[in-house]
């Protein structure tokens, strides 16, 4: 029975897990696991009651559907577990291009210093898929809570621009007028404008910076140019909220108040 569903995995980065036949590393998966890798690396400790609990997706030989991504428990040995800190600055115990597909989802743009755990990445897997939300979705106030900018809790926005990875701490500049589009209340980003994956065996990875606020603001604001008029990107969010949670959402817009 599925305990544990990721909504923002589109159906074409699923493809790409269900058509890998080798080895898969699934980096940061300690808490919820792709149920097709066959190593993990994480920071937390090994349970193998957690990881089967919460592991995800169906792989391709027990369906023939490759765009339902629902539970499917199995367990995994403390050898195919590795308890490591992704930003302690030392090499991964692992050798150049050890696995043959790096799975790093939902993961980077949590950590404290992404940038050299995504060329870690690259170095020891062959090929690597990187899911995370998207830029848009950072840059939307009211996905997840009315008055925060995508999850309050993530500290980078993660892009590409062509051959590079790009890495970008969240500021406060988001919350100005004009660097951000806002959720409509019981609506929430379609799954493809949410996510952003990307598929490749080698990219530069760089940190954007800007020195002037005024500048950073300019280029948030550019972004969000080429979305403003597009109606369909906010979808029902599908689920039945009660007069409680209606009072918790317009409180929290206009008073700040939990």
């Given at each position: ?36 890798a066959s190593h993990i690396l994480d920071i937390g400790e090994f349970s193998e009651q957690r990881l089967a609990d919460n592991s995800w997706g169906i792989p391709a030989a027990m369906t023939d559907n490759v765009t339902i991504i629902s539970g499917a428990s199995r367990k995994w040995s403390e050898r195919q577990y590795t308890q490591f800190d992704l930003c302690g600055g030392k090499p991964w115990p692992f050798k150049d291009k050890q696995f043959d597909l790096g799975l790093c989802s939902h993961t980077l743009e949590d950590l404290r210093d ?145």
């Amino acid at each position: 029975m599925r305990k544990y569903l990721n909504p923002w995995i589109t159906d074409d980065a699923y493809k790409v897990l269900c058509g890998e036949k080798g080895t898969i590393l699934d980096v940061g998966g300690g808490s919820s696991p792709y149920v097709g890798a066959s190593h993990i690396l994480d920071i937390g400790e090994f349970s193998e009651q957690r990881l089967a609990d919460n592991s995800w997706g169906i792989p391709a030989a027990m369906t023939d559907n490759v765009t339902i991504i629902s539970g499917a428990s199995r367990k995994w040995s403390e050898r195919q577990y590795t308890q490591f800190d992704l930003c302690g600055g030392k090499p991964w115990p692992f050798k150049d291009k050890q696995f043959d597909l790096g799975l790093c989802s939902h993961t980077l743009e949590d950590l404290r210093d992404p940038l050299p755990a995504a060329r870690e990445l690259f170095r020891v897997c062959k090929r690597t898929l990187i899911i995370c939300p998207s830029r848009l979705f950072e840059q939307t106030k009211g996905v997840d809570h009315p008055r925060y900018c995508g999850f309050p809790h993530h500290i980078w926005m993660v892009y590409t621009n062509n051959e590079n990875l790009i890495f970008r701490r969240k500021s406060g500049v988001l919350y100005t007028k004009g660097c951000h589009l806002v959720c409509p209340l019981g609506k929430t980003l379609n799954r493809e404008a949410g996510s952003m994956f990307v598929v490749g065996s080698h990219l530069q990875v760089k940190e954007q910076v800007f020195h002037e606020m005024s500048q950073e603001a300019e280029e948030y604001r550019s972004f969000l140019d080429q979305y403003r008029s597009l109606d369909n990107l906010f979808v029902s969010d599908g689920y039945r909220h009660n007069l409680k949670y209606w009072v918790w959402r317009f409180r929290q817009k206009y008073f700040g108040n939990l």
